[in-house]
């Protein structure tokens, strides 16, 4: 019957068997699979629960020897911040990231503002010492840090195309299969829409000039997804396969699988989260809103319907001043519209004074407490 739940299935295979045998794996996936299966037998022997993370943008090839490619705005902070919340709450963390995005622990000092030498002083002995007004912080995250390293609880892997990310995530997943109800799948990363496919990207780097423009050495009877026309650069993308059925019934089907859901619009945020739900029939999606994601998301869920998760209106800046301060919000992506507002309109911006992950987790890891019982009463077994 067309249409039927096993016809779908049946093509959801063939474009997963398509789309992983035209676009070949990274070269490090080997070894990354090697110390994954490590990882994964050390804790499940330990009776640990696994927080599979992925975190930071996926790239875009225009090009076989790469050049030039798209990428995306995430740098990896929900992610890198999320993982420490996990270790936190006693989970065993594999983190699938974007390479140089941000990680965590070291997040604390990188890609903001301020150099790390910001930190840093010279003592009288002429040694290089924290300094004083940032030794209660080091000496937390430091401690943190070091207690997760000896008792190796962090496994860190990297990507950086779209195609890298969905290899290691389909060969991870199914490593951890035998994880079962104990393992969540975090997925945080922003990841691609459109690709070119690898049949269809140029070997060499596209050439401005038409005096050498060479557009044809791609193996596909259609023209390559990025070439140049004339002076123009053109980019004809192909979508990428939605994987998540496949994560969800496939590759990991008795894990708790959390998925995030980004828009820019606040009147599409949960209805486009719902139906994420709806179509993929996994745990949770969290619904983020590019301007305000640090301050509020949404749990979408079978469990427990939609739930809003907030920084609490006291905490939404780190420096509370005068003109800082801020008003309860009206409406917001569930009301109104408008964003999360200063006292003077202005949009938020800057960081709150609490990481929003640190509530997010926690919920989290309460769902999956709940889950886990569930599959505890329906098998006998997680
Ligand atoms: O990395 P970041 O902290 O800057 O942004 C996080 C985020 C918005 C990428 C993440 O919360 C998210 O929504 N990820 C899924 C994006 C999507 O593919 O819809």
Same mark, same amino acid.
């Given at each position: 019957?067309?249409?039927?739940?096993?016809?779908? $299935?049946?093509?959801?295979?063939?474009? &997963?068997?398509?789309?992983?045998?035209?676009?070949?794996?990274?070269?490090?996936?080997?070894?990354?699979?090697?110390?994954?299966?490590?990882?994964? %037998?050390?804790?499940?022997?330990?009776?640990?629960?696994?927080?599979?993370?992925?975190?930071?943008? !996926?790239?875009?090839?225009?090009?076989?020897?790469?050049?030039?490619?798209?990428?995306?705005?995430?740098?990896?902070?929900?992610?890198?911040?999320? @993982?420490?919340?996990?270790?936190?709450?006693?989970?065993? #963390?594999?983190?699938?990231?974007?390479?140089?995005?941000?990680?965590?622990?070291?997040?604390?000092?990188?890609?903001? *503002?301020?150099?790390?030498?910001?930190?840093?002083?010279?003592?009288?002995?002429?040694?290089?010492?924290?300094? &004083?007004?940032?030794?209660? $912080?080091?000496?937390?995250?430091?401690? %943190?840090?070091?207690?997760?390293?000896?008792?190796?609880?962090?496994?860190?892997?990297?990507?950086?195309?779209?195609?890298?990310?969905?290899? %290691?995530?389909?060969?991870?997943?199914?490593?951890?299969?035998?994880?079962?109800?104990?393992?969540?799948?975090?997925?945080?990363? @922003?990841?691609?829409?459109?690709?070119?496919?690898?049949?269809?990207?140029? $070997?060499? /780097?596209?050439?401005?000039?038409? &005096?050498?423009?060479?557009?044809?050495?791609?193996?596909?009877?259609?023209?390559?997804?990025?070439? *140049?026309?004339?002076?123009? +650069?053109?980019?004809?993308? $192909?979508?990428?396969?939605?994987?998540? /059925?496949?994560?969800?019934?496939?590759?990991?089907?008795?894990?708790?699988?959390?998925?995030?859901?980004?828009?820019?619009?606040?009147?599409?945020?949960?209805? /486009?989260?719902?139906?994420? +739900?709806?179509?993929?029939?996994?745990? +949770?999606?969290?619904?983020?809103?590019?301007?305000?994601?640090?301050?509020?998301?949404?749990?979408?869920?079978?469990?427990?319907?939609?739930?809003?998760?907030? #920084?609490?209106?006291?905490?939404?800046?780190?420096?509370?001043?005068?003109?800082?301060? +801020?008003?309860?919000?009206?409406?917001?992506?569930?009301?109104?519209?408008? %964003?999360?507002?200063?006292?003077?309109?202005?949009?938020?911006?800057?960081?709150?004074?609490?990481?929003?992950?640190?509530?997010?987790?926690?919920?989290?890891?309460?769902?999956?407490?709940?889950?886990?019982?569930?599959?505890?009463? &329906? /098998?006998? !077994? #997680?």
């Amino acid at each position: 019957m067309a249409g039927s739940g096993s016809d779908s $299935e049946a093509t959801a295979e063939a474009l &997963e068997s398509q789309y992983f045998t035209n676009n070949p794996p990274p070269l490090s996936l080997h070894s990354h699979l090697a110390l994954t299966q490590a990882f994964i %037998e050390r804790h499940t022997d330990q009776g640990r629960r696994i927080a599979l993370v992925t975190s930071g943008g !996926t790239t875009v090839p225009l090009e076989n020897q790469t050049v030039r490619y798209l990428d995306n705005f995430s740098a990896g902070t929900r992610g890198a911040t999320s @993982a420490e919340y996990f270790l936190e709450a006693g989970y065993a #963390v594999v983190f699938l990231h974007r390479q140089f995005s941000l990680l965590p622990y070291s997040r604390h000092y990188s890609h903001n *503002t301020s150099s790390f030498l910001d930190y840093m002083k010279e003592d009288q002995d002429g040694r290089v010492v924290v300094q &004083e007004q940032h030794q209660p $912080e080091m000496v937390r995250v430091l401690r %943190e840090y070091t207690h997760v390293k000896k008792q190796n609880l962090l496994l860190i892997l990297s990507f950086v195309t779209i195609t890298e990310y969905l290899w %290691e995530l389909r060969e991870v997943a199914k490593l951890m299969r035998p994880v079962g109800a104990k393992a969540v799948f975090y997925l945080a990363a @922003a990841v691609s829409d459109f690709f070119v496919p690898k049949d269809r990207m140029v $070997e060499h /780097k596209i050439q401005s000039s038409e &005096e050498f423009q060479a557009n044809g050495d791609n193996t596909n009877s259609k023209p390559p997804a990025a070439r *140049t026309e004339g002076k123009s +650069l053109i980019i004809d993308l $192909e979508p990428v396969p939605k994987f998540l /059925k496949q994560l969800v019934d496939g590759w990991a089907p008795n894990s708790m699988i959390v998925s995030f859901k980004l828009e820019t619009d606040p009147s599409m945020l949960v209805r /486009k989260a719902q139906y994420a +739900l709806e179509k993929y029939q996994h745990h +949770l999606v969290i619904g983020n809103l590019l301007s305000t994601r640090k301050w509020e998301v949404v749990f979408v869920s079978a469990m427990d319907g939609e739930k809003w998760i907030r #920084v609490p209106p006291s905490r939404r800046t780190k420096s509370l001043s005068g003109i800082e301060a +801020l008003v309860g919000r009206a409406g917001g992506a569930d009301g109104d519209g408008s %964003e999360l507002k200063h006292s003077d309109g202005r949009a938020m911006q800057g960081e709150p004074a609490v990481e929003i992950e640190s509530l997010i987790i926690p919920e989290i890891a309460a769902m999956h407490s709940r889950l886990i019982r569930e599959s505890v009463r &329906e /098998k006998g !077994t #997680v």
